[in-house]
């Protein structure tokens, strides 16, 4: 009775670690670059970035646009569109951890503030 309780605890534990191990296998396919993982990863590296998919800001607003995010924490990254169609999903995890760690760095209404930051200085980011 006691050896079929321990193989029943095995083979629960066993099937829980195999299901972890394809769950992120496929979010590291879906979007090797950025992804819940990568996100963890960085945020223990204090390497915080919000990435941006889609048309790039003019090369003289860039610089401007890095320092308001550098005073809340962060870098933005900016991915063409047709570049990142097949990692939108790890993107998304990526800065919605991203997002949540400056929330709490920086206090509730952050993004508020960040934005009307950005809207003091021209053309909508």
């Not at 090797?32 to 990568?38: A, E, L």
């Not at 809340?72 to 900016?78: A, H, L, R, T, V």
Request: charged share 25%.
């Amino acid at each position: 009775m006691r050896k079929k309780k321990v193989l029943i605890l095995i083979v629960l534990i066993l099937s829980m670690a195999i299901t972890v191990i394809l769950l992120v296998k496929h979010n590291y396919e879906l979007s090797p670059n950025y992804n819940f993982i990568s996100a963890k990863l960085n945020i223990r590296d204090g390497d915080i970035n919000i990435v941006n998919v889609g048309d790039s800001i003019s090369t003289g607003r860039l610089e401007q646009v890095n320092l308001v995010a550098a005073k809340f924490g962060f870098k933005n990254i900016y991915l063409r569109s047709d570049s990142a169609k097949n990692e939108m999903k790890g993107i998304r995890n990526y800065n919605e951890l991203m997002e949540a760690f400056l929330a709490i760095k920086n206090g509730p209404g952050w993004r508020e503030r960040y934005q009307k930051e950005l809207d003091s200085i021209g053309n909508d980011h």
